[in-house]
């Protein structure tokens, strides 16, 4: 599971940018299509918080090293 709980914050976090991108690509005139794509990334964005929230553990004071990121910079 922690595999799973290291790219979760991410996909949070860049999910409605990949919806917005997806959206760019749709014909204009089509609003329906928006409406699915934009319903479709919030649903996964908040089923993908679900997760996170079951990850979490409210007994552990801190951060949690399950629901952070850590990666090297220059």
Do not use: N, R, Y
Request: aromatic content about 10%; hydrophobic content about 60%; glycine content about 10%.
């Amino acid at each position: 599971m922690s595999d799973f709980a290291g790219i979760l914050l991410p996909l949070i976090v860049f999910g409605p940018l990949v919806g917005a991108a997806l959206l760019l690509f749709l014909p204009k005139d089509e609003a329906g299509q928006h409406k699915i794509v934009a319903l479709g990334t919030s649903a996964a964005v908040f089923a993908l918080s679900l997760a996170l929230l079951w990850i979490f553990e409210p007994g552990v004071a801190g951060f949690q090293s399950a629901l952070t990121v850590d990666a090297e910079w220059i």
